[in-house]
Each structure stands twice: as C-alpha cells, then as structure tokens.
C-alpha cells in the first residue's frame, strides 16, 4: 500500500494532456472511484450538481444489489468535471473518445503522465489512489458514512484500504505530549497519596 499525497497528484494533474485524464485520476483520488469499471460507467446524467452529488455504478457490487450509490462531489471533483462538461467532444458518458477505448492500456498510459511529471510510479496505480481517498475521509467522517460513499464495507475497508501514516504518530505524539518533570512529579504524587490511603483505609474480606 502507499499513501498517494495531494502535492503529488496535484504534479500528475499537471501533466496530463487532456482534460479526461484529469478526470480520470481526480475521479480516483478525489470521488474514490474503481478505475475503469466505475470511472467508464459515469454517465453526465448521473451528476447532479444542485445536490452536489453523483450516482455510481459499480458492475462488482452489482451481483450484491448496490449496484449503484451516490457519492458527493467533492469540491476536486466538481471542478474538474464543469472543466470537461465545457469541451465540445461530449457525449453520454463522461469518459469518452480515445480515453475510454484505451482501457487496455491504461497502465501504460498513465505510466507516461508519471514520467513527465517526474514521479515515480507506486504500487497498486489507481488502487491506491482510492485507498489514500478512503484513508483521508475516514479521518473527517464515520466510517460508516466513508465506506457507504466508496463502495465497501467497514471490514474491507479496514483490511484492504485504510492506511496508517508516519504523520499520524507524529501528531498523535504532538497533542499527547507531556513535560518529562510534570509527568514524572504527577505521577509519584498520585501513586504516593495512593499508597498512604490503602495504609490508613481497611480492607475487607469478601
């Protein structure tokens, strides 16, 4: 798993060629999206901006009855797609022309963006750009409320998504900190105050 940061997305956002490959990665990173299944699925009927939200189609959790669920648009994500909504080359769904007959070579292709923009690929391409999704929103929202807009569950999220980064012990070490002389003073208070009470208290059996 690697945690995929919005200073590098924002290097491969700048060099994309097209307008639909930014899409595509901000659809990714942004919105959590399965690429290709749910990316080539989005229709421009299912985006409704005045409610700020987007339905999903997702062909693996079809078979389950959820095959589709909304998702909001994201402030990333609304951006980009009034970006692609402006292009001529439009169309029923919101991937169209060569972008979305390239399936096959989506790898390759998004490995040349990488290239350019200097940033060297990392594992999982677009899995991990959903699990850094996941992991950023589970940080502002109910669990239950992140897995319902990407899709899982909160156990496959937990096993398969979710991500523990070195910045989080860094903070968690930041707000937790305690100076070492209150600390240890503190401490030897208590546990003398405590220990004179159990002399002068007595105990009872039973």
């Known amino acids: 798993m690697a945690f995929v940061d919005r200073a590098t997305v924002q290097q491969v956002l700048d060099a994309c060629r097209t307008t639909r490959?930014?899409?595509?990665?901000?659809l990714c990173r942004y919105a959590g999206?399965?690429?290709?299944?749910?990316?080539f699925a989005l229709r421009w009927s299912d985006i409704e901006l005045d409610a700020g939200?987007?339905?999903?189609?997702?062909?693996?959790s079809e078979n389950f009855g959820?095959?589709?669920?909304?998702v909001p648009l994201f402030p990333e994500?609304?951006?980009?797609?009034?970006?692609?909504?402006?292009e001529?080359?439009?169309g029923e769904f919101v991937i169209t022309s060569k972008d979305r007959s390239s399936a096959k070579n989506l790898r390759t292709v998004f490995e040349k963006i990488l290239r350019k923009a200097g940033v060297d690929p990392w594992p999982r391409l677009m899995q991990n750009l959903r699990s850094s999704r996941e992991t950023e929103l589970a940080r502002e929202y109910p669990l239950q409320t992140v897995t319902a807009w990407l899709g899982n569950t909160p156990r496959v999220a937990l096993e398969n998504y979710l991500q523990v980064r070195d910045e989080d012990f860094s903070n968690a070490a930041k707000t937790t900190r305690i100076p070492t002389q209150q600390a240890s003073a503190g401490s030897a208070h208590s546990l003398a105050t405590a220990h004179a009470t159990n002399e002068q208290?007595?105990?009872?059996?039973g």
């Open 88 to 90: 001529p080359d439009g």
């Open 53 to 60: 939200r987007m339905r999903v189609r997702s062909p693996k």
């Open 21 to 26: 490959w930014k899409a595509i990665v901000v």
């Open 201 to 205: 208290t007595p105990c009872f059996a």
């Open 66 to 70: 959820k095959g589709i669920r909304e």
């Open 77 to 86: 994500v609304r951006s980009v797609l009034e970006e692609l909504f402006l």
């Open 33 to 39: 999206l399965r690429c290709p299944s749910e990316v």
